[in-house]
């Protein structure tokens, strides 16, 4: 399998995990209605788990673009690489995303607050701040690829250091979570934010572009902030 191929399917398990979690837990008829916070964050972690396992011998599953430009940023990755990787991660974000949509199929109607369709599919803030909003995900970012760096750098036995990263998004989720939803990851907002956007989702309101750039911006200003603190303190 190709990295292009890899990045896509990888990205499209974790979006169909992760973004399926929220549309459990917050679609009306749902059996996991209300099943909360903690089922989020755990889910969003087997997601990374499931995903990495996937596609990792082909592509080191990045799965996420401001992964992807921070190991770049260090020397860790081929800048060369980067167009084809952060595209791939699109695509495999949008179709993740589409089959969320195709598996809660007649829950949407069932639905009426448009912005819980919203949040199956993108993050938003608890507390609209722009400023703090992109604080918050480049922190959570930053902790996420320095954690995935230095992670890495310990000897472990195969498929416990994949193991140890999905536990780091389980920490960050309860952590860091709670402000911005953590996205972490621009394709995995924005690739779904677009879905959204086409999709014939019955009663779903905006799909509100103007907080679209914070879950952009903020991690890869944090994926850099994360790399650059590692390769200065831990030796890239």
Do not use: C
Not at 153 to 177: E, Y
């Amino acid at each position: 399998m190709s990295p292009f191929a890899a990045e896509i399917i990888g990205t499209m398990i974790l979006i169909l995990l992760g973004d399926g979690v929220v549309a459990g837990v917050l679609l009306n008829k749902s059996k996991g209605q209300n099943a909360g916070w903690i089922v989020i964050t755990v889910a969003w972690g087997l997601a990374v788990l499931i995903a990495a396992f996937s596609v990792g011998q082909y592509s080191g599953a990045h799965l996420n673009p401001a992964l992807t430009i921070g190991l770049a940023a260090i020397g860790k990755f081929s800048w060369d690489l980067v167009p084809t990787y952060i595209a791939a991660q699109m695509i495999g974000a949008f179709l993740g995303a589409v089959l969320v949509y195709l598996a809660y199929l007649p829950h949407w109607k069932e639905t009426d607050d448009a912005g819980l369709k919203l949040a199956v599919f993108s993050t938003g803030p608890a507390i609209r701040n722009y400023g703090a909003n992109v604080v918050t995900e480049a922190i959570a970012t930053a902790m996420l690829v320095l954690g995935i760096l230095a992670l890495g750098a310990n000897k472990m036995a195969d498929g416990v250091g994949t193991i140890s990263v999905a536990l780091l998004i389980v920490a960050l989720g309860m952590s860091l979570g709670g402000p911005t939803g953590y996205a972490l990851n621009p394709a995995r907002d924005l690739g779904p934010r677009i879905a959204h956007a086409i999709l014939p989702i019955p009663g779903k309101g905006s799909s509100d572009w103007a907080y679209s750039w914070v879950p952009v911006v903020g991690p890869i200003i944090g994926a850099l902030l994360g790399a650059f603190f590692y390769a200065t303190f831990f030796g890239a």
